[in-house]
């Protein structure tokens, strides 16, 4: 578990679990960007880490040996809705998620903290407004994770 208390915001963050979108967030073209498997398998140490995607480039599986977490491959419509409903199942409260695509909006307004990253793919308008923090790439993403001072910096009011 992550505590990241935010002055002026009237609450205490306690977050145990990470959702994470693949393709434009994780991964570019269907290949883990460099540095993010390492990140990860720090963070894992205090988080679950989810991976939840629709596999658009196919071998998935195999993409995301060595990162210690729970794969979803996403199958048919809404996947905004599935997106979002995964996030309700683990408790959307206690959920730190970061994508870019629009099918990530439902899930980045619902978590405690949603973290939207604009890289070569962009980032989906409506996503980039329903998060917390955009960042510039994931790596930065998950080292406010690994740092929540810098987090609480940015979100403090
Ligand atoms: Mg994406």
Redesign the pocket.
């Known amino acids: 578990m992550i505590e990241i208390d935010i002055p002026g915001s009237g609450e205490k963050l306690l977050i145990e679990h990470l959702v994470l ?1 693949l ?3 994780l991964a570019l073209d269907g290949r883990i960007k460099p540095g993010v498997v390492d990140l990860l398998r720090e963070l894992a140490g205090n988080l679950q880490v989810h991976i939840v995607t629709a596999g658009t480039f196919g071998g998935v599986e195999q993409e995301v040996q060595g990162i210690p977490c729970r794969l979803t491959i996403l199958h048919g419509g809404d996947q905004t809705g599935q997106k979002s409903r995964y996030v309700d199942e683990l408790g959307a409260e206690r959920t730190a998620c970061v ?3 629009r099918n ?1 909006r439902a899930m980045l307004e619902k978590a405690a903290l949603g973290l939207v990253v604009v890289q070569e ?1 962009g980032a989906a308008v409506g996503s980039l407004l329903a998060a917390d923090v955009a960042c510039r790439d994931i790596l930065d993403a998950l080292q406010l994770l690994l740092h929540p001072l810098r987090l609480v910096a940015t979100l403090r009011t």
């Open positions: 979108d393709n434009g967030t994508g870019n695509g990530d793919e």
